[in-house]
């Protein structure tokens, strides 16, 4: 979600949260580090005004078609997903 919401160009912490919805903080700024440590973005600190943006790198952008079909894959099969979820839930109550 972090690398789709950066798609179309650099964005602060503040703008992902608010974008992807649902992530603390706390959690937002784990995943931004770990996607830094692994090449997938860069992080540009700024002193006027003061703050952080983060930007895909060439990396993160070549992982991006992947990201978009295994998307599509998700679109197209969580019907079938949801269905096998709840057979195996109730199965899992009955025994």
Not at 45 to 71: C, F, I, M, N, Q
């Amino acid at each position: 979600m972090v690398l789709h919401a950066l798609r179309d160009g650099p964005r602060r912490p503040v703008e992902l949260r608010a974008t992807i919805g649902g992530v603390s903080t706390k959690v937002l700024l784990e995943t931004l580090q770990r996607l830094n440590r692994d090449a997938l973005l860069r992080r540009e600190a700024h002193d006027r005004p003061p703050g952080v943006d983060y930007a895909l790198t060439e990396l993160g952008r070549s992982l991006l078609p992947a990201l978009d079909a295994l998307s599509g894959w998700a679109d197209e099969h969580g019907a079938e997903i949801a269905t096998a979820q709840e057979a195996a839930d109730g199965r899992d109550r009955r025994s």
